[in-house]
């Protein structure tokens, strides 16, 4: 009875915090999208600060002093808010550890290891030294960009956890033939996201302006040279002059063209999962939100990124990464009437 009570109090645990992870990665590309990321220049607080409020006059003499510059008290509220998500993430984190490892103590463990909580929390505490250094960086996007992966790492592992304390109805046995594909929608979709926070990160989403040519052109001229230097200043070259039109057009073109190997491969898969019961939903929530990412990066373009249709295409894609994810596990936990928990104190690998 215990054990049963623990469990169902840390698999809501889990889920509430998934739940808020996903809001706080869409916060997140608001912060960014909206050009908050330095709305308080230092970290943790605002002009060694707690809140924005304490640090009105500093705020207010930062704006004057440069109006059209990145500080601004709604700025440094959107950051600070940011700040405030994520720190809450980590004390629900926290509380997961907690549990975890108290159930071990009593002798009385869950059907979860505790070093999955603690996985998260290390992964946590690397995604917050990330977010100072996002910050003490000036937004530097191999910086920015690895701060928006690892959240969504964050996600994906909350997810998969999520779903391993959830029971699953029986399935056919046959859909785990299909791992290896799993796994490869997997990848593309990351490697896609990867791409997508690159545009992100160095402000490139305007570098074609129409569809589905780029700049009136099928292979407009490009710099891949310079766009895909990872280490360089926001706007700069890794020589110190300024980016070139031609190396944010390579960064948008290849991330929209590999936009359509992505699409036609998740749709391709989520088709193929649907005749199996178990795989059904989450296979059609690919499949609708796939459409929707295909509409708001089209709205974008067209409508010159309006900044819910951004956000939403932000969150659109953390939404695909936990469905794909689920998706992953229920084919690896393909067994019929298979239970979504693990055997007692194994460590995730």
Request: include cysteine; glycine fraction near 8%; proline fraction near 6%.
């Amino acid at each position: 009875m215990w054990v049963k009570a623990d469990d169902d109090k840390f698999r809501k645990l889990v889920w509430i915090t998934t739940f808020l992870t996903l809001d706080l990665v869409m916060f997140g590309g608001f912060t960014r999208l909206t050009d908050s990321g330095l709305g308080c220049p230092d970290w943790p607080g605002c002009y060694g600060t707690s809140s924005p409020f304490i640090a009105h006059a500093a705020i207010t003499a930062a704006h004057q002093a440069m109006p059209t510059g990145p500080v601004s008290m709604t700025k440094a509220w959107i950051e600070m808010i940011h700040r405030y998500f994520a720190m809450a993430i980590g004390v629900l984190i926290i509380a997961q550890v907690a549990i975890a490892w108290a159930a071990r103590l009593r002798r009385r463990p869950l059907h979860v290891s505790p070093w999955w909580p603690t996985s998260l929390l290390l992964l946590i505490l690397v995604q917050g030294a990330f977010g100072a250094w996002t910050v003490t960086m000036k937004l530097q996007p191999v910086i920015v960009t690895i701060h928006l992966l690892l959240g969504l790492t964050l996600l994906g592992t909350l997810g998969w956890l999520a779903a391993r304390q959830t029971p699953l109805p029986s399935h056919d046995p046959e859909a785990g033939r299909y791992r290896a594909a799993a796994l490869a929608a997997l990848v593309l979709l990351v490697v896609q996201i990867a791409l997508g926070g690159w545009v992100s990160t160095n402000y490139a989403v305007l570098a074609c302006t129409d569809f589905p040519t780029c700049n009136g052109q099928w292979i407009p001229p490009m710099d891949f040279q310079h766009g895909f230097h990872l280490w360089r200043a926001l706007g700069m070259t890794k020589d110190g002059d300024a980016i070139t039109q031609d190396a944010l057009v390579a960064i948008h073109w290849t991330h929209r063209t590999f936009a359509f190997v992505v699409v036609a491969y998740l749709v391709a898969f989520a088709l193929k999962m649907r005749r199996f019961e178990s795989l059904r939903r989450p296979a059609n929530g690919v499949l609708l939100v796939v459409l929707l990412q295909f509409v708001t990066g089209l709205t974008n373009i067209v409508l010159q990124w309006p900044l819910p249709v951004a956000v939403a295409h932000n969150g659109g894609a953390a939404i695909l990464l936990l469905l794909v994810v689920m998706l992953n596990f229920r084919i690896l936990s393909s067994r019929p009437g298979r239970v979504a928990q693990p055997a007692r104190d194994v460590a995730p690998a």
